[in-house]
């Protein structure tokens, strides 16, 4: 398969590419590969862990972050189907 050319601002286009070839979007790719450039590749999966789980939140919060992060549809989605859509973005 040919590679895809990730575009400038993409820090470790080798880690990219794994993880497009993996499925995951251009953007969730992009923002991996970006961490790990900036610290390293181990301790990118360490990050976070301060936000509760999505199944804990509200639907008002649910909403309001897949409207932050761009999800269509949102407004009529289900508690279950809000945090699917948050989950594979």
């Given amino acids: 398969m040919p590679r895809r050319?990730?575009?400038?601002s993409v820090k470790d286009k080798e880690l990219y590419e794994k993880l497009r070839d993996e499925g995951n979007s251009k953007e969730k790719a992009a923002r991996i590969a970006n961490a790990a450039a900036g610290s390293?590749?181990?301790s990118v999966g360490r990050k976070g862990g301060?936000?509760?789980e999505y199944?804990?939140?509200?639907?008002?919060?649910?909403r309001k972050r897949a409207a932050e992060i761009g999800i269509e549809g949102r407004s009529t989605m289900?508690?279950?189907?809000?945090?699917?859509?948050?989950?594979?973005h």
Avoid: A, C, F
């Fill in 5 to 8: 050319e990730p575009g400038p």
């Fill in 40 to 42: 390293s590749r181990k």
């Fill in 50 to 52: 301060k936000s509760p």
């Fill in 55 to 62: 199944d804990d939140w509200t639907v008002e919060d649910l």
């Fill in 78 to 88: 289900r508690k279950g189907d809000l945090i699917r859509s948050l989950r594979n």
